[in-house]
């Protein structure tokens, strides 16, 4: 069950945020005070010198290297082309390659390219970025650094403008890279508005675990930072659509590509500077969704990519069957992260990510796969082969004999034949090792695939479910509780409760092959009536809770569960079943930043798994079995 009162917004932000001159409403005492001091002096005529101290102190652009507050998500988000140049310039030795390009750019995934490139990636995406920007920041980093690659990201937007337009303080390009005298360049920054160096405290003391909209970049990398969005499920493409109306809106607009010729001719320029400089330039045409496409005129993007090829070989991944699934976009004009990764996979030839087999065609000088772009009004069919639901089950608690009616108990004769229903239905049980290799690698399922799953860690799955599940051969995963383990009552109030299998079990179960042992929490699965209150509902944040506080509590638990599964198990817990299937975006994220890339939620139905979509692997669906149901029943439940 998904609490939607703590979701963040779904679409990251891509534009330039104008300062809202918040004030010094929540900041610290002291500077409150500092800031009233600036002020009073401003009235008595002593503007200048505290001016230029307020504005150097604060750096709300990171243009004098952020020496005092060291927030270069905060300096980046409002001017990435001076923010970036300056943050190169005291960390450019842990570099050797760079990502240029607008905001399309922003996704690509500096560790992928790392990987794969062998290589230590920055990602240089600005807002609006033209080929002008592109060329002189080629140009500035060949001849003051160390560089082996350069991925040059281009699109259609990039022929709409080619002015390279510095106006305000946000747009203005490092003076290094432009025609601006340094005197002019700092004067402008040394005596700024103050009230933007007020915004960046104001927002340094509402900063938290959370992007905001003030800080959308990773600092360390350059990338945008997308956790928010990369930990949010993605399933059926009409729930998607209905949840982003961006994509069936579309772009409005009709765009003309007036300066592709001038854009062409800074990209010639970037290739000579790197064959000079024996730089290894890959030229990307990044994806776009196929409604982004039909604002601008459909001549010009013909003739943009045509004149891109006589300019440059590149590597085009402008059109595929990716561009007709809003889910692989985070918006109308950004692909996801794992998109992102595709690109650098088919960059080298990389076999252990998923690729569709029409994404990305190397151009030279001929014939591109975005001659065949569609305009039309209605989006073309997505590809199903790129898809699959699979049914999870959710199993709790066995026992020999009848049972009084209990909603979590099951008798073994009841299991046992469920398990030989599967098995003669020709059903295969998977693992969520199986499920990632589909989803990440592409690697098929059997046709009818089932994954079983247990939760609580109740003895009766090592005495009773064991051995049936082995003489039937199905697979399964239990979610252990792991404050439970090896217990018979509860930790804080002594009440007693049905035994629970000990680690050396759960390593014994492991080794047979037939059993995964996942994480149920540590201590996160509290019990009414059972557990000292108050107990928090699931995992969810308890009324109060700061963000602070919340992410602290899930991270103490996360820590703990892994130290016991490095001791016991020889392994880090990556599938996480949600106490009673509750959960937020924040909690969401707080876990995939643990290592958690598969949670399970108790949303009845099948759960759909999508090629390329990590995000389909968060908060799946389970069929809760019981002992009401015949074998019969359970296919049927299956089968939808």
Request: with cysteine.
């Amino acid at each position: 069950m998904r609490n939607k009162g703590n979701s963040e917004k779904e679409v990251i932000c891509m534009r330039k945020r104008k300062p809202t001159f918040l004030g010094c409403l929540g900041l610290l005492l002291s500077g409150v005070l500092i800031v009233c001091c600036l002020l009073v002096g401003l009235r008595i005529g002593l503007a200048p010198g505290y001016l230029a101290g307020f504005n150097v102190s604060t750096d709300p652009f990171g243009v004098f290297g952020d020496r005092h507050l060291h927030w270069w998500s905060y300096n980046e988000t409002q001017n990435p082309k001076v923010a970036k140049f300056q943050y190169l310039k005291q960390h450019h030795e842990e570099f050797d390659s760079y990502i240029i390009g607008g905001s399309e750019a922003g996704a690509y995934p500096v560790d992928a390219f790392n990987d794969f490139f062998d290589a230590r990636f920055y990602n240089l995406a600005f807002y609006d970025n033209d080929m002008r920007v592109s060329e002189q920041y080629c140009r500035y980093l060949l001849e003051h650094y160390e560089v082996k690659n350069i991925v040059l990201n281009v699109s259609p937007a990039n022929g709409v403008s080619s002015d390279g337009k510095q106006d305000t303080l946000a747009e203005t390009m490092p003076y290094q890279l432009s025609d601006e005298s340094a005197f002019s360049f700092y004067k402008k920054y040394l005596f700024a508005d103050p009230r933007y160096g007020q915004e960046k405290l104001a927002c340094r003391s509402q900063n938290d675990y959370l992007r905001q909209d003030f800080d959308v970049f990773d600092a360390k990398n350059g990338a945008f930072d997308t956790r928010q969005e990369d930990s949010a499920r993605i399933s059926e493409l009409s729930q998607y659509v209905q949840a982003h109306p961006e994509f069936d809106a579309g772009t409005e607009g009709h765009y003309r590509l007036t300066e592709t010729t001038q854009c062409m001719k800074h990209i010639a320029a970037i290739r000579t500077l790197c064959d000079e400089h024996h730089v290894n330039l890959v030229v990307v045409a990044s994806p776009v969704y196929w409604k982004y496409v039909s604002c601008f005129d459909e001549e010009d993007v013909s003739d943009f990519y045509t004149k891109l090829a006589a300019v440059t070989p590149y590597w085009d991944f402008s059109w595929s069957a990716l561009s007709q699934d809003p889910r692989y976009f985070y918006d109308d004009m950004h692909f996801r992260k794992f998109v992102g990764k595709m690109i650098a996979a088919r960059l080298v030839d990389a076999s252990m990510t998923y690729v569709p087999d029409d994404f990305g065609a190397y151009v030279d000088k001929g014939r591109t796969n975005s001659e065949t772009m569609p305009y039309g009004d209605e989006m073309p069919a997505a590809d199903d082969n790129r898809t699959k639901k699979v049914p999870i089950l959710m199993y709790h608690h066995l026992v020999e004999g009848k049972i009084a009616d209990n909603w979590d108990i099951m008798t073994v004769d009841r299991f046992k034949a469920q398990m030989k229903a599967l098995s003669e239905a020709g059903y295969t049980a998977v693992t969520f090792d199986d499920l990632r290799r589909y989803v990440n690698e592409g690697v098929e399922l059997p046709e009818k695939s089932v994954v079983i799953t247990f939760d609580d860690g109740y003895s009766s799955n090592y005495t009773l479910a064991m051995p049936i599940l082995e003489a039937y051969n199905m697979k399964a995963t239990i979610f252990a509780i792991g404050a439970t383990v090896g217990q018979e009552t509860y930790k804080d109030t002594g009440k007693s409760m049905a035994p629970h299998f000990s680690w050396a079990e759960a390593a014994e179960m492991e080794k047979t092959g037939v059993i995964d042992i996942e994480s149920h929490g540590y201590d996160i699965h509290e019990v009414l009536g059972l557990d000292e209150d108050p107990i928090r509902d699931g995992c969810l944040q308890m009324e109060g809770e700061s963000v602070a506080s919340y992410v602290d509590f899930l991270s103490k638990d996360c820590n703990t569960m892994r130290a016991l599964f490095e001791e016991h198990l020889d392994k880090a817990p990556r599938v996480l079943a949600y106490p009673y299937g509750k959960y937020t975006d924040l909690s969401e994220m707080v876990f995939s930043d643990e290592g958690y890339d598969v949670t399970l939620s108790v949303e009845e139905g099948n759960s759909l798994l999508i090629k390329g979509v990590p995000q389909s692997l968060k908060a799946m669906k389970r069929h809760f079995v019981k002992e009401e149901h015949t074998p019969q029943e359970l296919l049927a439940m299956m089968q939808g």
